[in-house]
């Protein structure tokens, strides 16, 4: 009960009352829609929760990295310049690798790859791959933070680096932009789908490869010469003869003789598995034994062997079903190879790779057709040498260091 004045006003009239108010229009439209004050509820807690305004800032810094003026990627060089202790480096890494100093037709080999890896490193310096590769901007900077730059962030640290050529210098850098340059090619490669009938196709190419040798099953029971003197080995033989061939006993029931390689089960063994591991006297035999019988005793270095052949298997070519893992794996390395040396040749095109002033197609040309043609006591330029040794002797008149012991021609 309400007092309105000295008036009691009961409850159910003042809800009456307030019901005849004139309400505002956000309280009348609360409660005509309450589905838009959920709406707003939700709105106010969205714009409340720490994780939108997170978002919110990545948005924006992602936005202002889009919109920032990008670094525009070099014109690739139409010309490579390289000196000839390029080649002399590649000379000597060579023969750290296999111990002798490549000739002729391998010093070409050595020059062609390495003049390729050039190109592909212009070509990824071209696109600020050691800006943009996380393990080739990491090594640049610490290669400045090394000599004494730490003050300085990472970003300025990598251009510093670049400014004074590491990124073609520095062994690691190049490695890694040459390997993502041949990666990237491959991958595109390798990443298109294949077909059956394709893989198909390559298998009945390459049916060589993918060939099983002739194979033996078969199953053995060994005596070992070392094991037994020569009377027991006899006697035990004996035995073991009169129980095979009295018993015919099955493969699954051999519980007779010495442990062997092969053991007493039935094994499949190739034919140039058996012939390497047991001898010609095991492989012959078991090319003239019938299907299902024991035969032997037949005597090896090791000793006597007793063998019951359950299968002679040809040499035959699977089925595409049966390998196309394999199969299909080949077929994309070797899609990717070739994608590869496509992609490099387009390159040789729009790049000349000079050496010591000379076309190294030149050098590289006569190294495969006319080795020895110009052979001389001293080459007076890169274009003479004959293998790794002149060029070696190339830059030490260039430099004018003396010769080293042990230089001798592989």
Request: net charge positive; glycine share 4%; proline share 4%.
């Given at each position: 009960m309400v007092r309105a004045g000295n008036r009691r006003i009961p409850a159910q009239r003042r809800r009456l009352m307030n019901a005849s108010l004139p309400r505002s229009?956000?309280?009348?439209?609360?409660?005509?829609?309450?589905?838009?004050r959920f709406a707003r509820i939700v709105v106010r807690r969205l714009l409340a929760a720490p994780l939108l305004h997170f978002f919110l800032v990545a948005l924006a810094v992602t936005g202002y990295q889009l919109s920032a003026p990008q670094r525009e990627p070099a014109a690739i060089s139409p010309k490579i310049e390289l000196p000839p202790s390029w080649a002399a480096t590649l000379c000597r890494d060579e023969l750290g690798r296999s111990g002798a100093l490549a000739r002729g037709r391998e010093l070409a080999a050595l020059l062609r790859r390495g003049a390729d890896d050039e190109i592909l490193l212009r070509v990824a310096l071209a696109r600020n791959l050691h800006r943009s590769d996380p393990v080739a901007s990491a090594r640049l900077a610490s290669n400045i933070a090394f000599i004494g730059g730490r003050a300085a962030d990472p970003a300025t640290l990598m251009e510093r680096a670049i400014a004074m050529g590491m990124a073609e210098t520095d062994l690691v850098v190049r490695r890694r932009l040459i390997?993502?340059?041949?990666?990237?090619?491959e991958g595109a490669a390798r990443a298109r789908p294949v077909r059956d009938e394709r893989l198909a196709r390559y298998l009945s190419h390459h049916q060589r490869r993918y060939r099983t040798p002739p194979s033996y099953r078969f199953t053995q029971v060994f005596l070992s010469a070392a094991?037994?003197?020569?009377?027991?080995?006899?006697?035990?033989?004996?035995?073991?003869d009169r129980l095979l061939r009295s018993t015919g006993a099955a493969p699954g029931d051999v519980a007779i003789g010495d442990p062997v390689l092969a053991g007493a089960s039935s094994t499949t063994w190739s034919k140039a598995d058996v012939l390497k591991v047991f001898g010609p006297a095991i492989e012959h035999a078991l090319d003239e034994a019938p299907v299902g019988r024991w035969t032997g005793p037949v005597r090896t270095a090791l000793g006597l062997h007793w063998l019951r052949l359950e299968e002679r298997i040809p040499a035959r070519v699977p089925a595409?079903?049966?390998?196309?893992?394999?199969?299909?794996?080949?077929?994309?390395?070797r899609r990717g190879q070739a994608a590869l040396a496509r992609a490099i040749e387009s390159m040789r095109t729009k790049t000349q790779v000079m050496l010591g002033g000379v076309p190294i197609d030149r050098v590289i040309d006569r190294l495969e057709h006319a080795p020895g043609s110009l052979r001389r006591s001293r080459p007076l330029s890169i274009f003479e040498v004959e293998d790794c040794a002149d060029v070696l002797k190339l830059e030490r008149m260039a430099t004018g260091s003396p010769a080293q012991p042990g230089g001798k021609r592989s």
């Open positions: 229009r956000n309280e009348t439209t609360v409660q005509r829609h309450p589905r838009r390997g993502r340059m041949k990666l990237e090619i094991r037994h003197g020569p009377s027991d080995l006899e006697r035990e033989a004996e035995r073991i595409l079903d049966e390998i196309r893992e394999r199969v299909r794996y080949d077929f994309l390395a």
